[in-house]
């Protein structure tokens, strides 16, 4: 079965700055790897998600994650940060050929003036 | 609209009551799912379904019953509701083609039960 872990539960950061959200997985077979953004009170959207290629992927609202199989890793990083920013992250895998989505336990992003 | 939408927003219920959670898309999709979201737990599947009259268990089913005899609905029933079951439902839909699809969400149900 594959699992996410989510290294951080919470990242404060100042604006403008960079930021890194850590995400790894545990898989015995290939997956496609996503991330998932929550803004307050709202359901989940699609920021990014690796298939196959090119391991530096890069989604919207400026946010790229680097997918290191070695490592079995799938961190965001965004380099400058904005207050709308503020949200929580979610890490997720699905197994290939599988539908079901197996999420981390999420990172809350605040961003301080 | 097109979409996927859920109701009621918010809803609040009496122990041991019978609650059901609407979903309902206008894509087609073939898959559907459920999920709650828990602080500290992240979103952990209860059902999904694969197509109309095709569902099955996920992480956390117990407490739960869904039926699908629409590809364009998913209700999500609590036979008897418990403070445990407080939480923000989540119901998704996914194509079963495009092996890269992730999955489109609705708005969120916020259960409480007192």
């Known amino acids: 079965a594959q699992s996410v872990t989510q290294l951080d539960s919470q990242v404060p950061v100042f604006e403008e700055a960079p930021v890194e959200l850590r995400c790894n997985y545990s898989?015995?077979?290939?997956?496609?790897l996503f991330w998932y953004v929550q803004y307050p009170n709202q359901g989940l959207q699609l920021l990014l998600k690796?298939?196959?290629?090119?391991?530096l992927v890069k989604g919207i609202n400026g946010f790229e994650a680097e997918f290191n199989k070695s490592q079995t890793s799938f961190h965001l990083r965004k380099p400058s940060v904005h207050i709308s920013d503020t949200a929580e992250y979610f890490c997720?895998?699905?197994?290939?050929?599988?539908?079901?989505?197996?999420f981390g336990q999420g990172t809350r992003l605040t961003i301080n003036p | 609209d097109a979409g996927i939408t859920q109701s009621p927003r918010y809803k609040i219920t009496e122990t041991g009551r019978q609650v059901t959670l609407m979903c309902h898309q206008t894509?087609?999709?073939?898959?559907m799912f459920w999920y709650r979201q828990d602080l500290g737990h992240g979103l952990r599947l209860i059902y999904y379904?694969?197509?109309?009259?095709?569902?099955d268990k996920g992480e956390v089913p117990d407490g739960y019953v869904v039926s699908r005899s629409k590809t364009e609905n998913f209700p999500l029933t609590l036979e008897s509701a418990t403070r445990s079951q407080t939480s923000v439902y989540f119901c998704?839909?996914?194509?079963?083609?495009?092996?890269?699809?992730?999955?489109?969400f609705g708005s969120g149900t916020r259960l409480t039960v007192v």
């Open positions: 894509w087609s999709h073939s898959y």
């Open positions: 998704a839909s996914s194509e079963i083609q495009g092996k890269g699809y992730g999955y489109t």
């Open positions: 997720a895998v699905r197994k290939q050929g599988a539908q079901k989505l197996v």
């Open positions: 379904s694969a197509a109309a009259d095709i569902t």
């Open positions: 898989s015995s077979v290939s997956v496609y």
């Open positions: 690796y298939l196959s290629g090119s391991t």
